[in-house]
């Protein structure tokens, strides 16, 4: 155990579906980050909050919405998804994020969009 | 851009033999490298990390080398386990922005 604890472990949503993928750690972090893991990729990263503010988001589509409302919990807001965003969905948390200090990772979501 | 890579996609090794991963950056900027290990159906996992002013750490039973001249990372597995089958990823912190590499299989062969 890392210490991160993501909800659902899997996860089967249709494309007209609202879901919310949830994060949580308390281990004391103040930087959390969401992560997508397609097959044969590299990890890519999707957004990051740094003491609950927003500070970076890549470019992810508006049907990705994130969502942090203290520094232990963050959630992932999914809507009309598509079949391609199917894959393992990962947080992680770092002690902040300017810091070089390892990031730690929860077990994943595997999101199925059918 | 920035990229981080490794060079092959998957290393097959007897068990009780030493395995060594390698990984390639291209960010002269990066200060600080960390290798992860992803189980299947898990998430990475933390095994060593190194800043820039070493080239070298060990941890238990694991060895990070770093030569920033030739931006070159690797790991070092000493005899390895059916346990250490994984995926392995190397990951550099650069310009505040961690970026991965797409990982390495390793597969131990009993």
């Known amino acids: 155990e890392t210490g991160v604890t993501q909800t659902p472990r899997h996860l089967v949503m249709g494309m007209t579906n609202k879901k919310s993928l949830k994060c949580e750690q308390h281990l004391g972090h103040n930087a959390m980050y969401w992560y997508k893991q397609s097959a044969k990729k590299p990890l890519e990263l999707m957004f990051v909050y740094n003491f609950k503010e927003q500070t970076e988001n890549n470019s992810v589509p508006s049907r990705f919405s994130p969502e942090c409302p203290n520094s232990s919990h963050l959630f992932l807001h999914l809507h009309t998804l598509q079949p391609e965003d199917s894959a393992l969905y990962l947080c992680?948390?770092?002690?902040?994020?300017?810091?070089?200090?390892?990031?730690?990772f929860g077990q994943g979501t595997r999101l199925t969009v059918v | 851009g920035e990229s981080v890579g490794l060079h092959l996609p998957t290393l097959s090794v007897q068990e009780g033999d030493n395995s060594i991963i390698n990984c390639a950056y291209s960010?002269?900027?990066?200060?600080?490298f960390i290798w992860y290990k992803q189980e299947s159906g898990k998430g990475p996992q933390f095994i060593i990390d190194i800043r820039s002013n070493m080239d070298k750490r060990q941890g238990q039973r694991v060895t990070v080398l770093l030569n920033k001249t030739v931006k070159h990372l690797s790991l070092q597995i000493a005899a390895t386990q059916p346990g250490d089958s994984a995926v392995y990823f190397c990951?550099?912190?650069?310009?505040?922005?961690?970026?991965f590499g797409k990982g390495n299989q390793v597969v131990v062969i009993p």
């Open positions: 992680a948390s770092s002690q902040e994020r300017t810091l070089n200090t390892e990031a730690f």
């Open positions: 960010n002269s900027a990066s200060d600080y």
């Open positions: 990951a550099e912190r650069g310009n505040n922005r961690l970026a």
